[in-house]
DNA sequence: CGGGATCTTGAGGATGCTCAACGCTAGTGG
DNA sequence: CCACTAGCGTTGAGCATCCTCAAGATCCCG
């Protein structure tokens, strides 16, 4: 299963304050956010913590898709395989992030921990049961929905039109902006993915993507930092070469 | 506007039997089909009707996201333009889909009319409004993003990973799976658009695409028709030419 | 029948891929 | 403490796929 062994809340964590939601520092970007304070046990009832560890899987594509997942620390990728390898990952999610709304009755992709990962696990069944009760986490699971739409044009653009290096600034600056929306600054930013995982995500390969790191640094659009940072040195100058003008 | 003259429905007409609902081919297909008789009439007063000619353009990107569409007859394609003019389709829409999920204040894309096209228009703000009145349009609604999230996954798998033959092959199945869809046959199916157009949803160009139409016809894979209609001798072997196995 | 648009075909070239070697770092065990 | 290894990143050389540019063919509509 890869999902380690998730805590079901005890009755008695649940009721008092150690409820996991309580000192949950996403729960305001999340889609747990829009329900008040009288709300939240009703979540809490069907939701389990765990925790996985590096390259640990957590859904498999064409499996039932039973329980759907809150992010609360780490990064996770989203890819899909061809029968002969060949891997394109569709997405990655940072705390925060909901993973499951693209989904019938299957996954439609596999999921994988990228470093250490903690997330929240809903039963599909339960939480469904649950936006009759709170229509509003049913509106906002749309407003969610329309936005992942929103990014998977952005990437669509960006696999059909684009070249490599724009490929590469345009997804640097996706995760500084992402970074801006938890509170993070706009330049160093972390890249917590190996290069070949960006590679599977820009319809690249490592050799390309290392490459054109190597010229992006030579022309000083970005620099190196320690630990898998990244500094972006002229946002204005990247957002062009971004799109090409 | 580009919208042509957009007929409000009468009164007379929406509170009697003449009204676009009725007779509309494509409504047990459509969003709409969750509302039984009594409640159309709700949806069919917040509902234009109009007719695009062939290239007219339905919606612009950038611009505020007022109207949502449903569309009820023809073709339709959704882009995106880079700076210096390339473009992406990041779509095609059929009879019965529906237009304007994707979308927050601003639309995300532009949509151009493929052939002529019927189609219904809603103001968003109104529909909105329902959506409070009917939560099961709103289920409805959320269904039908998980499925275009679905769907967009799949294109971006085939853009960063798959060869210009098995794009081809790829679009091909998919229109015919959407044709059977709307209970026609899968084989002789209809292709309303052009190369260009092709070229731009696959990643590729009008070039490469008129080649590789020319080799999987060399190889009896294909076969073109009279009036745009391409047959498909053997859906299995093409199935597998899509995924390179 | 003419003419514009679209489609096809061809030749050459560029971007990014393949295959291969090398360097770096961190973890391991002697 | 340090050699050893495994994994990852970088660099290089050659090549394939697809693009660009150009010309010709076909179709459609007036």
């Known amino acids: 299963m890869g999902l380690g062994e998730p805590k079901k ?15 949950c520092a996403v729960r305001d970007m999340a889609f747990c956010g829009v329900l008040n304070e009288e ?8 939701l389990q913590t765990s925790n996985i560890d590096p390259h640990g899987p957590i859904i498999d594509e064409g499996e039932p898709a039973d329980y759907l997942f809150n992010l609360t620390q780490g990064a ?11 891997r394109q990952i569709t997405g990655f999610l940072f705390e925060g992030d909901f993973l499951g709304i693209a ?13 250490q990962v903690s997330l929240c696990r809903f039963s599909r069944r339960k939480l469904e049961a649950l936006l009759d009760e709170f229509p509003k986490l049913e509106k906002r699971l749309l407003g969610m929905a ?8 952005d990437q669509i653009l960006l696999l059909g039109r684009k070249t490599a290096r724009e490929k590469l600034v345009s997804f640097l ?16 930013i972390l890249l917590p993915m190996g290069r070949a995982d960006i590679a599977d995500y820009l319809g690249l390969t490592t050799e390309t993507v290392s490459r054109t790191i190597t010229n ?5 659009h970005i620099r190196l930092l320690q630990g898998g940072m990244v500094e972006l040195p002229d946002l204005e100058a990247l957002q062009e070469l971004a799109e090409g003008s």
């Open 9 to 23: 809340c005890p009755a008695s964590e649940t009721a008092d304050h150690v409820s996991p939601c309580a000192a």
């Open 39 to 46: 709300e939240m046990p009703r979540l809490l009832s069907i």
């Open 76 to 86: 996770v990728k989203l890819y899909k395989l061809l029968p002969d390898g060949r």
């Open 103 to 115: 989904m019938n009755e299957k996954y439609a992709y596999s999921a994988e921990a990228v470093g």
């Open 146 to 153: 329309s936005n992942e739409l929103v990014q998977a044009q």
């Open 173 to 188: 600056l996706n995760l500084s902006a992402r970074g801006v929306k938890r509170g993070a600054a706009p330049s160093p």
């Open 216 to 220: 992006l640094k030579r022309d000083g």
